[in-house]
């Protein structure tokens, strides 16, 4: 029985310490995203990897070979 309580507290303690950043202050402040960059093909990324710029990157392998 007291090894069901302590688990019970300690379980009961690491949730409650989780919640406690989340629930410290009530007021969230958030900037606004910069997005002056995103007609940069090396910045613009809308599946995670610069699609135009690795393309542009990958076409110049075969002009600077030859």
């Known amino acids: 029985m007291r090894k069901t309580i302590v688990t019970g ?14 629930l410290a202050d009530g007021v969230t402040v958030v900037d606004k995203p910069d997005t002056s960059s995103l007609n940069n ?12 710029g690795a393309i542009q990157s990958v076409s110049q392998v075969f002009g600077r070979l030859f």
């Not at 507290?9 to 919640?19: D, M, N, Q």
């Not at 090396?42 to 699609?51: I, M, N, Q, R, Y």
């Open 9 to 22: 507290a300690l379980i009961a303690a690491a949730l409650v310490g989780s919640a406690a950043p989340a």
């Open 41 to 52: 093909i090396w910045t613009f990324d809308p599946l995670g990897v610069p699609v135009f």
